[in-house]
């Protein structure tokens, strides 16, 4: 075994080395312990785009939900029985008032017809005898040739006769009418539904079925029923009191309160009529009371049958701010809208929404006013209480409608705030 060599006998370019290596060691320890943290660059603000509330100048109104009613629904019976000869129209098609819809065979009723009128020439002749014998028999009695009984029996004879013409001709105008009524004719003008007998099928004068030869409903106007809660009612009536200053004494059809409706696929309201019809008193099971508008409907546009919505105005017109309704979001069942400060801050404010207009607008009733400034876009991006870089925009409702046209992207449409989990803010600090 070979003995360890003392480090004395060690060459000295070794040790060397060695102090050179734990002199560099020690200086980069000693390095280290001096070098400063690299500075981390601060977040820039969130960029959102804000705008102040429009204020525009329009009454309140309410919307409700209605159906469109003809104003004339007939059921075309048959007046006669008989067998049904023809039938003259086209189904589903427009007709006109006094229209010849069906035809019944009119044959029985042209020969009970003829009979009555015979009847009616026999009780005239019967009538003229009576009476020519009456006229002899007065002279007779004047001279004292003929007793006051037969006198008294010529007298009635004369008024039998004369009875039984007018009985006569009574039923001569019940045939004339029997034989009218074999055409059976449209009593109002508008569209008619389909024929529920074909011809050849015999029709009764006593309808025991109850189902009618066809039915008719007029077109044009056209009304449109629907119900209202008594609060709004109730809130419609003291706005009327309060723009009239106390109760008016005009009738509804002076007032000509406006309504407007529109259809499932339409999005704005394009039909306007007047209100006509208010209910004498509200329903207690439901709370509510029926109302009835009028609409022009000379393009036949309108069917019956139809649900719709009605917008009502309430009352007279007055200032209301109204922002896009992309602007105001959920907090926890409260609605709310961030608001920029002076120091580019956002504030957290809860409002209390109203109405939403056809072009988009949301309306504040309660907690923003018209000369501040509100995120429209970027809610998701802004927190209460945090700075941000804002851009001003000049807001209109044209501008509002075309964003939220339904013709644009989905991709290029932003996410309603209220809709987005993520765009509900922490609770600012109290």
């Not at 010849?100 to 009723?109: G, K, Q």
């Not at 109850?210 to 419609?236: N, Q």
């Not at 609409?295 to 309108?302: A, E, G, H, P, V």
């Not at 959920?330 to 609605?335: A, C, E, H, V, W």
Request: net charge negative; charged share 25%.
């Amino acid at each position: 075994m070979t003995p360890p060599v003392p480090f004395s006998i060690v060459p000295s370019r070794t040790r060397s080395f060695v102090r050179v290596s734990c002199l560099l060691i020690v200086c980069s320890l000693i390095a280290g312990c001096e070098r400063k943290p690299t500075p981390i660059s601060e977040t820039p603000p969130p960029e959102v785009t804000i705008a102040q509330p429009l204020e525009q100048t329009f009454a309140d109104f309410a919307e409700f939900t209605g159906t469109t009613e003809a104003v004339e629904h007939v059921e075309i019976q048959a007046r006669v029985t008989g067998y049904l000869d023809k039938i003259n129209f086209d189904e589903g098609e427009l007709v006109e008032e006094g229209e010849v819809l069906f035809e019944i065979d009119p044959r029985p009723y042209q020969a009970t017809l003829d009979a009555t009128k015979a009847k009616v020439l026999q009780w005239e002749a019967s009538l003229k005898k009576s009476q020519a014998d009456l006229a002899r028999n007065k002279e007779l009695a004047d001279r004292g040739a003929l007793t006051p009984e037969q006198l008294e029996a010529s007298i009635a004879d004369e008024g039998i006769q004369s009875a039984n013409l007018e009985g006569a001709k009574a039923d001569l105008r019940q045939a004339e009418l029997d034989l009218t009524f074999t055409k059976v004719l449209s009593p109002v003008a508008g569209r008619v539904s389909k024929s529920n007998l074909t011809k050849g099928n015999l029709v009764s004068a006593v309808n025991i079925s109850g189902i009618p030869l066809t039915t008719v409903v007029s077109m044009d106007p056209i009304h449109v029923y629907f119900d209202v809660d008594e609060r709004t009612i109730l809130k419609a009536q003291a706005e009327h009191r309060k723009q009239y200053g106390g109760e008016d004494k005009r009738k509804l059809s002076e007032v000509q309160w406006p309504v407007w409706i529109k259809l499932a696929n339409e999005n704005s309201f394009e039909h306007q009529g007047v209100l006509d019809f208010v209910d004498n008193q509200v329903d207690s099971g439901t709370g509510t009371i029926r109302l009835r508008a009028k609409f022009d409907n000379t393009n036949n546009f309108l069917l019956p049958g139809l649900f719709v919505t009605v917008k009502i105005p309430l009352g007279k017109e007055r200032p209301h701010v109204l922002v896009p309704s992309r602007a105001i979001g959920t907090d926890q069942g409260n609605k709310f809208v961030l608001v920029i400060d002076e120091n580019k801050m956002a504030q957290y404010r809860q409002v209390t929404p109203g109405l939403q207009t056809d072009d988009g607008m949301r309306e504040i009733e309660a907690g923003l006013q018209a000369d501040e400034w509100i995120v429209i876009d970027g809610l998701q991006r802004a927190q209460p209480g945090t700075t941000v870089n804002p851009v001003k925009q000049e807001l209109s409702a044209e501008e509002s409608e075309s964003e939220e046209s339904p013709e644009k992207s989905p991709a290029s449409e932003p996410a309603p705030a209220q809709e987005t989990p993520e765009s509900k803010p922490a609770e600012p600090a109290k």
